[in-house]
């Protein structure tokens, strides 16, 4: 029989998936995901990511099923395991989204490409994001970009059936998900919290999302959904314009701004992610050669304290603590701890954003690195902004409510305290039960001091304005 492969990789969804849609033309269909070894094994993957994508398979699986198809799950390596199907079946077709990952899934791509090649297997590659493959010299990126974001949406049909489906409900994994707040994965959910955030979470999302304080609720949400493709960027482009002239029908207060903000949030989201689609080392190097060398040692005692929480300056640990419960903090909060690392601690970039990558549970390689690599100042681009940890407890959690919860040695500490608890005299710290350096750490590094050394090192090869925010 007239058979083809879908490769699902970080798509994990039918509606407006171009491949599903274009598989359905043949007799029988393979609906292949793939547990990659190489991938469990890496530094950035953890129990968490692995949990999301057993709920979104089982959400998919259940969604193929109606369709008339259904899953099969295979454990290994890319290409083999195609190979074995194609020993099995003999296909001549192969479908799947493009995908801009880290290098580990860039040459697993690579090695495909030359296994369908000789093996006669065509594989027919879709864009998913709005990234361009290749982006033309001098092109106009953004109005490709909004011509994709643009197009009708893809609706599901009926599917042919999947004479391997093999659905496991669970794939063990040598690791335990300590995420016991995170989201959960699956289209249906991804869905449910993009409605939940168009018709009432996201009235106030200018002007909350920069504060952990509401932040959680304000924003989206949607980026782990996006990271592993429970819904696609077009459907959530369009739905946000349907709703922007819904709220400018009605005159809804609040709304507009909000809805504009994360419209163009959402063409930030692709233009990083093609940085990474264009220059692939830039997940290990820098974006400008001439940084080579600037942190030239690594102080494992610092990367240990700021991994952990313990750095001394509450929002700091605040949100690291956050972090490694839920899978998720805002985006101000994520540049303050990466700005930390690199610029407070001095740390060489790359180990950080490692360690961040694996509790991210929305790690999505190309905003990652790149933003990662801007904080650091690095990337040789835009004017470099060193996170102030104390101007940032003033601006965005002025009582407290945010690092109380995450650090409740510091729960009866009166707010006044709060961005530097360190300066309480010993009768503060015994009236209100927080002795420095036993109940809560000193600080790791002087902020003054760390700020005006990391400002002079930056600026000596990048002339553009160093500030503090």
């Given at each position: 029989?007239?058979?083809?492969?879908?490769w699902?990789?970080?798509?994990?969804?039918?509606?407006?998936?171009?491949?599903?849609f274009?598989?359905?033309?043949f007799?029988?269909?393979?609906?292949?995901?793939?547990?990659?070894?190489?991938?469990?094994?890496?530094?950035?993957?953890?129990?968490?990511?692995?949990?999301?994508?057993?709920?979104?398979?089982?959400?998919?699986?259940?969604?193929?099923?109606?369709?008339?198809?259904?899953?099969?799950?295979?454990?290994?390596?890319?290409?083999?395991?195609?190979?074995?199907?194609?020993?099995?079946?003999?296909?001549?077709?192969?479908?799947?989204?493009?995908?801009?990952?880290n290098?580990?899934?860039?040459?697993?791509?690579?090695?495909?490409?030359?296994?369908?090649?000789?093996?006669?297997?065509?594989?027919?590659?879709?864009?998913?994001?709005?990234?361009?493959?290749?982006?033309?010299e001098?092109?106009?990126?953004?109005?490709?970009?909004?011509?994709?974001?643009?197009?009708?949406?893809?609706?599901?049909?009926?599917?042919?059936?999947?004479?391997l489906?093999?659905?496991?409900?669970?794939?063990?994994?040598?690791?335990?998900?300590?995420?016991?707040r995170?989201?959960?994965?699956?289209?249906?959910?991804?869905?449910?919290?993009?409605?939940?955030?168009?018709?009432?979470?996201?009235?106030?999302?200018?002007?909350?999302?920069?504060?952990?304080?509401?932040?959680?609720?304000?924003?989206?949400?949607?980026?782990?959904?996006?990271?592993?493709?429970?819904?696609?960027?077009?459907?959530?482009?369009?739905?946000?314009?349907?709703?922007?002239?819904?709220?400018?029908h009605?005159?809804?207060?609040?709304?507009?701004?909000?809805?504009?903000?994360?419209?163009?949030?959402?063409?930030?989201?692709?233009?990083?992610?093609?940085?990474?689609?264009?220059?692939?080392?830039?997940?290990?190097?820098?974006?400008?050669?001439?940084?080579?060398?600037?942190?030239?040692?690594?102080?494992?005692?610092?990367?240990?304290?700021?991994?952990?929480?313990?750095?001394?300056?509450?929002?700091?640990?605040?949100c690291?603590?956050?972090?490694?419960?839920?899978?998720?903090?805002?985006?101000?909060?994520r540049?303050?701890?990466?700005?930390?690392?690199?610029?407070?601690?001095?740390?060489?970039?790359?180990?950080?954003?490692?360690?961040?990558a694996?509790h991210?549970?929305?790690?999505?390689?190309?905003?990652?690195?790149?933003?990662?690599?801007?904080?650091?100042?690095?990337?040789?681009?835009?004017?470099?902004?060193?996170?102030?940890?104390?101007?940032?407890v003033?601006?965005q959690?002025?009582?407290g409510?945010?690092?109380?919860?995450?650090?409740?040695?510091?729960a009866?500490?009166?707010?006044?305290?709060?961005?530097?608890p360190?300066?309480?005299?010993?009768?503060?710290?015994?009236?209100?039960?927080?002795k420095?350096g036993?109940?809560?750490?000193?600080?790791?590094?002087?902020?003054?001091?760390?700020?005006?050394?990391?400002?002079?090192?930056?600026?000596?090869?990048?002339?553009?304005?160093?500030?503090?925010?």
């Open positions: 029989m007239n058979t083809s492969v879908v699902f990789k970080r798509d994990l969804r039918v509606h407006d998936h171009r491949p599903l274009e598989a359905g033309n007799d029988q269909v393979i609906y292949l995901y793939g547990f990659e070894t190489e991938v469990m094994e890496s530094r950035e993957y953890d129990a968490s990511h692995h949990g999301f994508i057993e709920e979104s398979l089982s959400q998919l699986h259940g969604l193929l099923k109606k369709q008339g198809g259904g899953l099969t799950v295979k454990i290994g390596k890319f290409p083999q395991i195609l190979s074995d199907l194609y020993q099995q079946l003999g296909f001549k077709h192969l479908f799947s989204h493009q995908e801009t990952g290098m580990r899934t860039y040459q697993r791509d690579i090695r495909v490409a030359n296994w369908c090649r000789s093996e006669g297997v065509s594989w027919n590659e879709y864009p998913q994001f709005g990234v361009t493959r290749p982006q033309k001098g092109g106009d990126w953004s109005s490709l970009w909004s011509k994709f974001m643009n197009r009708r949406e893809i609706v599901p049909r009926r599917l042919p059936h999947n004479p489906e093999n659905y496991p409900q669970t794939i063990p994994l040598d690791q335990t998900d300590t995420k016991t995170r989201q959960r994965g699956g289209e249906l959910r991804s869905i449910k919290t993009l409605e939940s955030f168009l018709n009432s979470r996201g009235e106030h999302y200018q002007k909350s999302m920069s504060t952990p304080v509401l932040a959680g609720n304000a924003c989206s949400r949607l980026s782990p959904h996006l990271a592993f493709g429970n819904i696609s960027l077009r459907r959530v482009y369009q739905r946000t314009r349907d709703q922007q002239a819904f709220v400018r009605h005159r809804l207060p609040n709304w507009g701004v909000s809805l504009a903000s994360f419209q163009k949030r959402l063409n930030w989201h692709c233009h990083f992610i093609q940085k990474l689609e264009d220059a692939p080392q830039i997940e290990f190097d820098n974006f400008d050669f001439e940084y080579d060398g600037l942190r030239s040692s690594f102080n494992e005692h610092y990367f240990s304290l700021w991994s952990k929480g313990e750095t001394g300056y509450p929002l700091i640990d605040a690291m603590r956050c972090l490694l419960h839920t899978g998720w903090i805002n985006f101000r909060m540049a303050m701890l990466a700005s930390f690392s690199a610029n407070h601690l001095w740390l060489h970039w790359r180990k950080p954003a490692v360690f961040l694996r991210f549970l929305d790690f999505e390689p190309g905003i990652h690195y790149c933003q990662f690599q801007m904080h650091a100042g690095t990337a040789g681009i835009n004017s470099m902004r060193i996170y102030s940890p104390i101007k940032q003033k601006d959690d002025p009582n409510e945010f690092i109380k919860k995450w650090v409740p040695e510091l009866s500490v009166p707010s006044e305290f709060l961005a530097e360190h300066k309480m005299t010993i009768f503060d710290q015994m009236a209100y039960n927080c420095i036993r109940d809560y750490p000193k600080p790791v590094v002087d902020h003054e001091k760390a700020y005006k050394s990391a400002k002079e090192k930056l600026f000596g090869l990048n002339k553009k304005l160093v500030v503090q925010t």
